[in-house]
C-alpha cells in the first residue's frame, strides 16, 4: 500500500511538472510568434518594448520566487532590479562587455541581497511587505541625489555592445537578436528556479512557508532557507536589471520607484502566483494591455488597477493557476490510462 | 562675562534655529500622527495594512480643495470632509476587504486590494484634477511671537487642533464602550461578538474612523503642503514607519513615534540636506525591527 | 426552549458533530459529559455560533438559530461562558461586565444599571477590584468574572463551557454554589464538566456524548441512570 500511495504521489508529480512544461513551451512558442511576426513587419518598436516586458518578467519571476514558494510579499524588488541595471550601466560605460557587466552584476547583487537579507529576513509577513517597500523608496531617493550616479537623469549614453557567446556573437543593437537572446536567459533563469525548487531545499521552502515552527523539527534553521530565496530572488532580479541598459541605452531611478515593484507583483498575481512561468505571462499581458490601453487613454492604471483588484477577488490565483489544474488532470488521466494498458500488457 | 557670550548664543541659536525647526516639525508631527494612528487602529483591529491610507490621505486634501472652490469655508471642510471620507471607508470595508477578509491569506490579499485601490485613486485624481499642484490659501494667515519664537499662525493652530484630536481619539478608543468593543474585539472577536458585540459593524465602523483620521490630516496638512495625486505616496513611507516604531496597532506608540520621528527628521535636516534626513528616519526604523521587532508599546486590545 | 436536531459540525474535514439532538427545558440544569474530544465544546460553540453546523436545526424558544451570527445568538438570550474564561486583558474588569451589558442593548440605562449593580452585590470580590486589569485577576476570579459578565445581560439560557477546570478545590465549591443558586433562580444551563461526580447534584438531566453523538439521556435524580452515564463515557 506504501508503495502505491508513493506510486500515486510521484505520477502526480510527474504530471504537475508536465503541465508546468507545456505551458512554459507555449509561452517560448508565444514569443516566437511574436517574434516572427515583428520580424516580418520589420518594426523595431514592439520588439524593444517586448524584450522590456521578458525583462519585467524576470523581475516578477523573482518576486513569485518570495511570495509563491516563501511565502514572503516584496513591495521592493525594484531596488535588486535598479541595482543590477545601474551595476550593468556602469561597468559597459568603462568596459563594454557583456560577460564582466552580467558578473558584476552577480557578485554585487549576492551581497546586496546577503546583507539585505540578514536584516530583513527577521521580518514576519506583513513587516516584511512594509521594510521592503520603505527600503526601495528610501534606496530610490538616494540615487534621485547623488550626482555621481547621474541624479534625476540616471546614466545615459551606455554604449551598445556585441555580446560573444561561443561561436557567434549576438549585437544588442540589433532588436531581434537581443530580443532571442533575452528570452533564452530569461527561460534559463526559468528553467534553472524550476529546478531549484525541487530540490530539497526549494521543498523545505514551501515547509517554512506552509508551517514555520515546524521546520527546525526537521534540523533545518528557517531563516537560512528564507535568506537563500531571498538572495536568490536578488539575483534573478538584478541579473534581469543588467540587460536593461543593453536594450535602452540608459538607466534612470524610475527603475527604482515603487512602480516598478508594484507591476512586478501585479504581474505574479494575473500570471500566477507560484508557478513562476505564470509571471513571465502575467508580464505579456500587462505589458500588452498597458499599450493597447496606452493608445486610447493616459489613464491606463485606472483600468490596470481594476483588472488587479477583480484578479485579487475572483481569480487569486491568476491565468496560470486557473490553467494548471485542468492540465494536470488531463495529464494525470493519460499518464493512469498509460499504466493501465501496460499493465493489460503485462498480463 | 566670557560665559555669558557663551550663553547668549545658545539662546539665540535656541531662539532662532532650533525653535522654530522644533516647532514646525511639531506641526507636521500631528498630522503625522492623525494618519499613522488611522493605520494602526485599523491594523490593530482588522489585521488589514490598508495601502490606499496614503491615497485617502490626499482625497480628503482634494475634497477640502473641491469644497472650498465652492465656496464652502474651510472650518465647515474641517467637520465635513471627515464624514465624507468615514462614509467612504464604510463602502470601502463592506464591498472590498470583507470579500476576501475571511480567506487564509488574508494578510496578503487585503494588502493587494488597497494597493489597487491606491493605483485606481491616484489615477483618479490625475483624472479629475490634472497633474499640477493646487495651493490652498492658509485659513489663518499671518505670525506670531511666542516665547520669542516667530510661528506662522496656521501651524499653532495645527499644533493645539491636532493635540486636541489625539487626546479625543485617546478618549474615545480608551475611555467609551465604544472603545471597549473595539479593544475586545482586536484582542477575541469570537468572545466579543458573544457578549453582543456586532463585530462585523464595528470592523467596517473602524476601518471608517481610520479613514476619515487620513482625510483629516490631508485637510490639515493641505494649507501647508501642495495638493498634487502622488501626494499620498509621499507621505505614506511616514506613516508605515511610525506605526512600526510605534508597534504595530499601538495608539500610544504611533503617538510617540510620530512626535519623536517628525522632530528627528526636523532637527536633522539644519545638519545634513533634507533629502538624507527620510534615510535617517528609516535607518531608525529597520534598527528597531532588529532590537525591538514589537515596537514601542502593545497592540490594541492587549493589555 | 431549545432544541437541537440531528446537528453535523465539521473542523476542516474532520466530522465532530454526527448528528446531535439535544432537548433543553425552561428552568432545566442539563449536564453534557463526554471524554476529551468527543465534541462537548464544538456542540457549545456551535450553539454560541462560532461554528455554523452543516446539516440539522436548532431553535431557541421557536426562533431557528442555526447559521446566525453569535452575536444575534446572544441577543436572542443565549449567554456564553466558554473554556478557558477569555476574559480581555485589555479591559478593565468594569469594562468587560459593561461589554456585557451588550446582550440585551435595548434596556433602558436604569435597568441596565440596575443589573450591573446586582451584579456587583452578588461578587462583591469583583466590585472591589473593578478599575483592575481582567487579566490581574486570580484564575477563580477570572471564571466569576467570565460568568458575571454574562449575568448582567440576563440571559435565559446560559452556557457553561468546563468552569472548574484548573482551579484550587475550594474556588471549586464555589462554582457550583453559584451554579446552584442560579438554578434555584431558574435560569436554564447547559453544563460542561468534567467533575462528573461534583457536577450531578446541580443538574436535572444528564447527556453522555461519544463521537459526537448523543448515547445516553437520563435523569440526574436517578441513581441507576448516573451509574449507566459513568459506564457510558467510561467505554
Same mark, same amino acid.
Given at each position: 500500500?506504501?508503495?502505491?500511495?508513493?506510486?500515486?504521489?510521484?505520477?502526480?508529480?510527474?504530471?504537475?511538472?508536465?503541465?508546468?512544461?507545456?505551458?512554459?513551451?507555449?509561452?517560448?512558442?508565444?514569443?516566437?510568434?511574436?517574434?516572427?511576426?515583428?520580424?516580418?513587419?520589420?518594426?523595431?518598436?514592439?520588439?524593444?518594448?517586448?524584450?522590456?516586458?521578458?525583462?519585467?518578467?524576470?523581475?516578477?519571476?523573482?518576486?513569485?520566487?518570495?511570495?509563491?514558494?516563501?511565502?514572503?510579499?516584496?513591495?521592493?524588488?525594484?531596488?535588486?532590479?535598479?541595482?543590477?541595471?545601474?551595476?550593468?550601466?556602469?561597468?559597459?560605460?568603462?568596459?563594454?562587455?557583456?560577460?564582466?557587466?552580467?558578473?558584476?552584476?552577480?557578485? *554585487?547583487?549576492?551581497?546586496?541581497?546577503?546583507?539585505?537579507?540578514?536584516?530583513?529576513?527577521?521580518?514576519?509577513?506583513?513587516?516584511?511587505?512594509?521594510?521592503?517597500?520603505?527600503?526601495?523608496?528610501?534606496?530610490?531617493?538616494?540615487?534621485?541625489?547623488?550626482?555621481?550616479?547621474?541624479?534625476?537623469?540616471?546614466?545615459?549614453?551606455?554604449?551598445?555592445?556585441?555580446? $560573444?557567446?561561443?561561436?557567434?556573437?549576438?549585437?544588442?543593437?540589433?532588436?531581434?537578436?537581443?530580443?532571442?537572446?533575452?528570452?533564452?536567459?530569461?527561460?534559463?533563469?526559468?528553467?534553472?528556479?524550476?529546478?531549484?525548487?525541487?530540490?530539497?531545499?526549494?521543498?523545505?521552502?514551501?515547509?517554512?512557508?506552509?508551517?514555520?515552527?515546524?521546520?527546525?523539527?526537521?534540523?533545518?534553521?528557517?531563516?537560512?532557507?528564507?535568506?537563500?530565496?531571498? *538572495?536568490?530572488?536578488?539575483?534573478?532580479?538584478?541579473?534581469?536589471?543588467?540587460?536593461?541598459?543593453?536594450?535602452?541605452?540608459? *538607466?534612470? $531611478?524610475?527603475?527604482?520607484?515603487?512602480?516598478?515593484?508594484?507591476?512586478?507583483?501585479?504581474?505574479?498575481?494575473?500570471?500566477?502566483?507560484?508557478?513562476?512561468?505564470?509571471?513571465?505571462?502575467?508580464?505579456?499581458?500587462?505589458?500588452?494591455?498597458?499599450?493597447?490601453?496606452?493608445?486610447?487613454?493616459?489613464?491606463?492604471?485606472?483600468?490596470?488597477?481594476?483588472?488587479?483588484?477583480?484578479? *485579487?477577488?475572483?481569480?487569486?490565483?491568476?491565468?496560470?493557476?486557473?490553467?494548471?489544474?485542468?492540465?494536470?488532470?488531463?495529464?494525470?488521466?493519460?499518464?493512469?490510462?498509460?499504466?493501465?494498458?501496460?499493465?493489460?500488457?503485462?498480463? | 562675562?566670557?560665559?555669558?557670550?557663551?550663553?547668549?548664543?545658545?539662546?539665540?541659536?535656541?531662539?532662532?534655529?532650533?525653535?522654530?525647526?522644533?516647532?514646525?516639525?511639531?506641526?507636521?508631527?500631528?498630522?503625522?500622527?492623525?494618519?499613522?494612528?488611522?493605520?494602526?487602529?485599523?491594523?490593530?483591529?482588522?489585521?488589514?495594512?490598508?495601502?490606499?491610507?496614503?491615497?485617502?490621505?490626499?482625497?480628503?486634501?482634494?475634497?477640502?480643495?473641491?469644497?472650498?472652490?465652492?465656496?464652502?469655508?474651510?472650518?465647515?471642510?474641517?467637520?465635513?470632509?471627515?464624514?465624507?471620507?468615514?462614509?467612504?471607508?464604510?463602502?470601502?470595508?463592506?464591498?472590498?476587504?470583507?470579500?476576501?477578509?475571511?480567506?487564509?491569506?488574508?494578510?496578503?490579499?487585503?494588502?493587494?486590494?488597497?494597493?489597487?485601490?491606491?493605483?485606481?485613486?491616484?489615477?483618479?485624481?490625475?483624472?479629475?484634477?490634472?497633474?499640477?499642484?493646487?495651493?490652498?490659501?492658509?485659513?489663518?494667515?499671518?505670525?506670531?511671537?511666542?516665547?520669542?519664537?516667530?510661528?506662522?499662525?496656521?501651524?499653532?493652530?495645527?499644533?493645539?487642533?491636532?493635540?486636541?484630536?489625539?487626546?479625543?481619539?485617546?478618549?474615545?478608543?480608551?475611555?467609551?464602550?465604544?472603545?471597549?468593543?473595539?479593544?475586545?474585539?482586536? /484582542?477575541?472577536?469570537?468572545?466579543?461578538?458573544?457578549?453582543?458585540?456586532?463585530?462585523?459593524?464595528?470592523?467596517?465602523?473602524?476601518?471608517?474612523?481610520?479613514?476619515?483620521?487620513?482625510?483629516?490630516?490631508?485637510?490639515?496638512?493641505?494649507?501647508?503642503? %501642495?495638493?498634487?495625486?502622488?501626494?499620498?505616496?509621499?507621505?505614506?513611507?511616514?506613516?508605515?514607519?511610525?506605526?512600526?516604531?510605534?508597534?504595530?496597532?499601538?495608539?500610544?506608540?504611533?503617538?510617540?513615534?510620530?512626535?519623536?520621528?517628525?522632530?528627528?527628521?526636523?532637527?536633522?535636516?539644519?545638519?545634513?540636506?533634507?533629502? /538624507? %534626513?527620510?534615510?535617517?528616519?528609516?535607518?531608525?526604523?529597520?534598527?528597531?525591527?532588529?532590537?525591538?521587532?514589537?515596537?514601542?508599546?502593545?497592540?490594541?486590545?492587549?493589555? | 426552549?431549545?432544541?437541537?436536531?440531528?446537528?453535523?459540525? &465539521? &473542523?476542516?474535514?474532520?466530522?465532530?458533530?454526527?448528528?446531535?439532538?439535544?432537548?433543553?427545558?425552561?428552568?432545566?440544569?442539563?449536564?453534557?459529559?463526554?471524554?476529551?474530544?468527543?465534541?462537548?465544546?464544538?456542540?457549545?460553540?456551535?450553539?454560541?455560533?462560532?461554528?455554523?453546523?452543516?446539516?440539522?436545526?436548532?431553535?431557541?424558544?421557536?426562533?431557528?438559530?442555526?447559521?446566525?451570527?453569535?452575536? =444575534?445568538?446572544?441577543?436572542?438570550?443565549?449567554?456564553?461562558?466558554? #473554556?478557558?474564561?477569555?476574559?480581555?486583558?485589555?479591559?478593565?474588569?468594569?469594562?468587560?461586565?459593561?461589554?456585557?451589558?451588550?446582550?440585551?442593548?435595548?434596556?433602558?440605562?436604569?435597568?441596565?444599571?440596575?443589573?450591573?449593580?446586582?451584579?456587583?452585590? =452578588?461578587?462583591?470580590?469583583?466590585? #472591589? =477590584?473593578?478599575?483592575?486589569?481582567?487579566?490581574?485577576?486570580?484564575?477563580?476570579?477570572?471564571?466569576?468574572?467570565?460568568?458575571?459578565?454574562?449575568?448582567?445581560?440576563?440571559?435565559?439560557?446560559?452556557?457553561?463551557? #468546563?468552569?472548574?477546570?484548573?482551579?484550587?478545590?475550594?474556588?471549586?465549591?464555589?462554582?457550583?454554589?453559584?451554579?446552584?443558586?442560579?438554578?434555584?433562580?431558574?435560569?436554564?444551563?447547559?453544563?460542561?464538566?468534567?467533575?462528573?461526580?461534583?457536577?450531578?447534584?446541580?443538574?436535572?438531566?444528564?447527556?453522555?456524548?461519544?463521537?459526537?453523538?448523543?448515547?445516553? #439521556?437520563?435523569?440526574?435524580?436517578?441513581?441507576?441512570?448516573?451509574?449507566?452515564?459513568?459506564?457510558?463515557?467510561?467505554?
Amino acid at each position: 500500500m506504501g508503495d502505491s500511495v508513493r506510486l500515486a504521489v510521484a505520477a502526480s508529480e510527474r504530471a504537475e511538472r508536465i503541465s508546468r512544461a507545456v505551458l512554459a513551451a507555449l509561452f517560448v512558442l508565444f514569443a516566437l510568434t511574436f517574434a516572427a511576426v515583428a520580424l516580418v513587419r520589420g518594426d523595431t518598436f514592439f520588439f524593444r518594448l517586448a524584450t522590456e516586458a521578458l525583462i519585467l518578467g524576470g523581475v516578477a519571476m523573482a518576486v513569485d520566487v518570495l511570495l509563491g514558494y516563501a511565502g514572503l510579499l516584496t513591495l521592493g524588488h525594484a531596488l535588486f532590479f535598479g541595482l543590477g541595471a545601474y551595476v550593468s550601466a556602469l561597468v559597459l560605460k568603462e568596459t563594454p562587455s557583456f560577460w564582466l557587466a552580467m558578473g558584476a552584476t552577480l557578485c *554585487v547583487a549576492t551581497l546586496v541581497g546577503l546583507l539585505a537579507g540578514v536584516v530583513f529576513i527577521r521580518a514576519r509577513g506583513v513587516y516584511f511587505a512594509l521594510i521592503t517597500f520603505g527600503l526601495a523608496q528610501v534606496v530610490f531617493k538616494a540615487v534621485y541625489n547623488t550626482r555621481e550616479l547621474g541624479g534625476s537623469d540616471g546614466i545615459i549614453g551606455v554604449p551598445q555592445i556585441d555580446i $560573444p557567446l561561443g561561436l557567434l556573437t549576438v549585437s544588442a543593437s540589433s532588436p531581434g537578436s537581443f530580443f532571442l537572446l533575452t528570452l533564452i536567459f530569461v527561460m534559463l533563469l526559468y528553467c534553472f528556479l524550476a529546478w531549484w525548487m525541487r530540490t530539497p531545499l526549494g521543498r523545505l521552502l514551501v515547509a517554512v512557508r506552509v508551517n514555520e515552527s515546524r521546520v527546525p523539527f526537521l534540523g533545518f534553521a528557517p531563516w537560512r532557507v528564507k535568506l537563500a530565496a531571498f *538572495v536568490m530572488a536578488a539575483i534573478v532580479a538584478a541579473l534581469c536589471g543588467a540587460l536593461y541598459p543593453m536594450l535602452r541605452g540608459l *538607466v534612470s $531611478p524610475e527603475l527604482l520607484t515603487f512602480q516598478t515593484s508594484g507591476n512586478a507583483v501585479i504581474m505574479v498575481i494575473l500570471g500566477g502566483v507560484g508557478t513562476l512561468i505564470g509571471p513571465l505571462y502575467g508580464a505579456a499581458l500587462l505589458t500588452g494591455l498597458k499599450s493597447v490601453i496606452g493608445t486610447w487613454t493616459e489613464h491606463h492604471l485606472m483600468i490596470i488597477g481594476a483588472l488587479f483588484m477583480l484578479s *485579487v477577488i475572483f481569480l487569486p490565483k491568476g491565468f496560470a493557476g486557473a490553467v494548471l489544474p485542468r492540465l494536470r488532470r488531463y495529464f494525470a488521466g493519460e499518464a493512469s490510462n498509460a499504466s493501465l494498458t501496460k499493465k493489460d500488457a503485462g498480463h | 562675562m566670557h560665559g555669558g557670550a557663551c550663553m547668549n548664543e545658545l539662546l539665540e541659536s535656541l531662539q532662532f534655529i532650533y525653535g522654530p525647526q522644533i516647532a514646525n516639525g511639531l506641526a507636521i508631527g500631528m498630522a503625522v500622527v492623525l494618519m499613522a494612528l488611522g493605520l494602526t487602529i485599523i491594523f490593530g483591529l482588522l489585521d488589514v495594512i490598508n495601502m490606499s491610507h496614503g491615497e485617502f490621505y490626499a482625497l480628503g486634501a482634494y475634497l477640502a480643495v473641491t469644497l472650498a472652490g465652492q465656496g464652502v469655508n474651510f472650518w465647515f471642510c474641517l467637520v465635513l470632509v471627515p464624514l465624507l471620507m468615514a462614509a467612504i471607508g464604510y463602502f470601502t470595508e463592506r464591498t472590498l476587504i470583507q470579500r476576501v477578509f475571511h480567506s487564509k491569506d488574508r494578510h496578503i490579499l487585503t494588502l493587494l486590494l488597497t494597493f489597487g485601490l491606491a493605483i485606481i485613486t491616484e489615477d483618479l485624481f490625475k483624472l479629475g484634477y490634472g497633474p499640477n499642484p493646487y495651493k490652498p490659501e492658509s485659513p489663518i494667515p499671518g505670525a506670531s511671537e511666542l516665547f520669542g519664537i516667530m510661528l506662522p499662525n496656521y501651524r499653532v493652530f495645527l499644533i493645539v487642533a491636532g493635540s486636541c484630536i489625539i487626546v479625543a481619539v485617546w478618549m474615545l478608543v480608551y475611555r467609551t464602550r465604544l472603545g471597549a468593543m473595539v479593544r475586545a474585539a482586536a /484582542w477575541d472577536k469570537h468572545m466579543a461578538a458573544s457578549l453582543g458585540v456586532p463585530v462585523e459593524r464595528v470592523y467596517a465602523g473602524t476601518f471608517a474612523f481610520g479613514v476619515a483620521l487620513a482625510g483629516l490630516s490631508g485637510v490639515l496638512l493641505a494649507p501647508i503642503y %501642495s495638493v498634487f495625486p502622488t501626494m499620498g505616496k509621499d507621505f505614506i513611507l511616514m506613516a508605515f514607519t511610525v506605526v512600526i516604531v510605534g508597534g504595530m496597532g499601538s495608539i500610544k506608540g504611533a503617538v510617540i513615534a510620530g512626535l519623536l520621528l517628525t522632530q528627528v527628521q526636523s532637527i536633522s535636516s539644519l545638519f545634513i540636506s533634507p533629502v /538624507w %534626513s527620510e534615510p535617517l528616519v528609516f535607518g531608525i526604523m529597520v534598527l528597531f525591527l532588529i532590537v525591538r521587532p514589537q515596537g514601542l508599546a502593545g497592540r490594541l486590545g492587549h493589555g | 426552549m431549545l432544541s437541537l436536531d440531528a446537528i453535523h459540525t &465539521y &473542523y476542516g474535514l474532520s466530522h465532530i458533530l454526527q448528528g446531535v439532538s439535544l432537548q433543553l427545558g425552561a428552568g432545566e440544569v442539563l449536564g453534557l459529559f463526554g471524554r476529551n474530544g468527543v465534541g462537548k465544546s464544538t456542540l457549545i460553540k456551535t450553539i454560541a455560533g462560532w461554528v455554523v453546523p452543516t446539516q440539522g436545526s436548532m431553535t431557541f424558544n421557536g426562533v431557528s438559530i442555526a447559521g446566525l451570527t453569535p452575536d =444575534r445568538i446572544c441577543r436572542q438570550g443565549i449567554g456564553l461562558v466558554p #473554556e478557558d474564561r477569555r476574559i480581555f486583558p485589555g479591559l478593565s474588569v468594569e469594562e468587560n461586565l459593561r461589554l456585557g451589558l451588550m446582550q440585551a442593548p435595548h434596556r433602558s440605562r436604569a435597568a441596565a444599571q440596575h443589573a450591573l449593580d446586582q451584579t456587583f452585590s =452578588r461578587f462583591p470580590r469583583l466590585a #472591589e =477590584r473593578r478599575h483592575q486589569m481582567g487579566t490581574t485577576l486570580s484564575g477563580g476570579e477570572q471564571q466569576m468574572l467570565a460568568i458575571a459578565r454574562v449575568l448582567v445581560g440576563t440571559p435565559r439560557l446560559l452556557l457553561i463551557d #468546563e468552569p472548574t477546570e484548573g482551579l484550587a478545590p475550594m474556588i471549586v465549591d464555589e462554582i457550583f454554589q453559584l451554579i446552584a443558586s442560579l438554578r434555584a433562580e431558574g435560569v436554564s444551563i447547559l453544563l460542561v464538566e468534567q467533575n462528573v461526580m461534583r457536577a450531578m447534584p446541580v443538574c436535572d438531566r444528564i447527556v453522555a456524548l461519544e463521537r459526537g453523538t448523543v448515547v445516553f #439521556e437520563g435523569q440526574a435524580q436517578s441513581a441507576s441512570d448516573r451509574e449507566r452515564l459513568v459506564a457510558a463515557i467510561a467505554v
